[in-house]
C-alpha cells in the first residue's frame, strides 16, 4: 500500500512515518516509535525520500520541510 495516493494524500501509515520521522532516527526506531512493521516503514520511507518528504543522512532519516507541510496540512 503506497503511503502517497495519486493526488498527493497521505496515506494513515504514509501520516504515522512521517510523524515519527520528525527528528533524525533510525527506520528500526521509527519501527518501534510508530507501531508499524519495519517492512513497511523501509517501503514508505523509500517512497517519501523519492518525493521530497523525507531525507537520509548518516542512516538516519528525518521529514523534510515539504514532508513536514504536508503532514500539518493533513492533520
Do not use: F, H, W
Amino acid at each position: 500500500m503506497p503511503c502517497i495516493d495519486g493526488s498527493g494524500k497521505l496515506s494513515e501509515s504514509g501520516r504515522r512515518i512521517l510523524a515519527a520521522l520528525a527528528r533524525p532516527i533510525t527506520l528500526e526506531e521509527a519501527a518501534r516509535q510508530s507501531g508499524l512493521p519495519l517492512y513497511r516503514i523501509r517501503s514508505g520511507a523509500r517512497e517519501m525520500v523519492q518525493a521530497g518528504l523525507v531525507e537520509e543522512k548518516a542512516g538516519a532519516y528525518m521529514a523534510t520541510p515539504a514532508g513536514q507541510a504536508l503532514l500539518r496540512a493533513e492533520s
